[in-house]
């Protein structure tokens, strides 16, 4: 209801509502190069395409009179209350979104109590994201698992000490996908020193170069890029993350129930089935697609999350219908960081939380948790 009281106030600077909104004013405020890199995908976009068609095929069948008059929207994950189920789902480089970059988005998300994943890629240091949470604020850390063992333990350790409660492992991105236009627009952030932030002030990283990061950029770049991904990785590798950290360990874009089974055995955490928001492999699956089948294989032994074209409250819906513990949002927070800085990330995630809310509420729900897949139907 405040929502709709604050919609009364004709103020002509109101931050959007309409998610294509968002998307058009920072189309508006972005050049071409960060725009593209944030709104692209992969190859011809298919699987872009393909996260927002899942959800249009999926239906909300509303039960009536049910007493939705309180409702709760608190899950718990890894022994932790969390007051919704909605994460902000690792973004790296946000500097090239707004000066502000990543510690704008986090604070947002500690006013919101949501839970924000910090990206290794991203421009601010882990630590200084964490600082500018707060220590009660809610906070995970994403890892690119970097061919420079020492890098990768040093990155857990300094996650760990540094505040972070979970360690979300990516594993889509051994490497930098197909992505069109950012080859057409000669676009990447980390070759003009965005997104190394982590690594230049790292010292296992430092401890491998011939001169610091500060006196040449160039070479230390050139080493983040040589290091940054391990397309040599198998699971047997797994045990060495489990070595250098206690947090719990989640395995992000999972997308085949093989790979679920491999991963229930190895013994991880949780899983977070995601296709990258469509930005690896142009043709795959569409996420949500994938969710029934992998939370089939994993029967609630382990939390299984989700990501990949959650663009309003109805989406975190059906996704948490069709297994998901909770959901990341992308791009949706991008736009509102380019167009309103903290405020905007701010007001994207609390209409995302509000419309999910209401939406529970008609839909004849009250706890988000004990929405099960009686509410969809395929259409
Ligand atoms: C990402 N994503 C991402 N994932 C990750 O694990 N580490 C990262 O550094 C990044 N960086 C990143 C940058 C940008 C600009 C985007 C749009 C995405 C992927 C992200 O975590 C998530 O999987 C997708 O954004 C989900 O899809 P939607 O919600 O954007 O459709």
């Given at each position: ?259 679920a089974?491999?991963?229930l ?6 899983l ?22 992998i939370c089939d294989v994993v029967q609630e032994r382990i939390?299984v ?75």
């Amino acid at each position: 209801f405040s929502i709709y009281q604050t919609m009364t106030n004709p103020d002509p600077n109101r931050l959007p509502v309409v998610y294509e909104e968002w998307e058009k004013k920072a189309r508006e405020v972005l050049d071409d190069g960060p725009f593209y890199y944030v709104a692209g995908g992969a190859g011809g976009e298919h699987t872009m395409k393909a996260n927002l068609q899942a959800f249009q095929s999926r239906k909300i069948v509303p039960r009536m009179l049910t007493n939705v008059g309180e409702r709760d929207l608190t899950i718990e994950l890894f022994g932790e209350t969390y007051s919704f189920p909605v994460l902000h789902a690792p973004i790296g480089v946000q500097s090239i979104i707004h000066p502000d970059g990543e510690l704008a988005s986090a604070k947002a998300c500690a006013e919101l109590e949501v839970p924000y994943i910090a990206s290794s890629a991203s421009t601010a240091p882990m630590e200084e994201i964490a600082k500018a949470m707060g220590d009660d604020a809610p906070k995970w850390f994403q890892l690119y698992w970097s061919k420079d063992s020492d890098v990768t333990a040093s990155f857990l350790k300094r996650a760990e000490t540094a505040g972070y409660s979970s360690i979300v492992v990516t594993l889509d991105t051994s490497m930098m996908a197909w992505r069109e236009y950012d080859l057409k627009n000669v676009y990447l952030p980390f070759l003009m020193g965005e997104g190394v932030g982590n690594y230049f002030t790292d010292p296992a990283f430092r401890s491998k170069l011939q001169k610091t990061p500060e006196e040449d950029p160039v070479s230390a770049t050139m080493y983040w890029a040589k290091v940054f991904g391990n397309p040599t990785l198998t699971w047997n590798d797994l045990a060495f993350l489990r070595e250098h950290t206690r947090l719990p360990i989640l395995l992000k874009g999972i997308l085949h129930p093989d790979d679920a089974k491999q991963a229930l055995e190895s013994g991880v955490d949780g899983l977070i089935v995601s296709n990258h928001g469509g930005r690896q492999v142009d043709g795959a699956i569409g996420a949500l697609d994938a969710l029934p089948l992998i939370c089939d294989v994993v029967q609630e032994r382990i939390p299984v999350l989700f990501d990949s074209g959650i663009r309003r409250g109805s989406d975190v819906l059906k996704a948490v219908a069709l297994g998901a513990k909770a959901v990341l949002v992308g791009r949706p927070c991008m736009y509102g960081l380019a167009v309103a800085g903290q405020q905007g990330v701010k007001s994207v995630l609390k209409n995302i939380i509000a419309d999910m809310d209401i939406t529970l509420a008609l839909s004849g729900e009250k706890a988000i948790r004990n929405v099960n897949k009686s509410l969809l139907m395929e259409a």
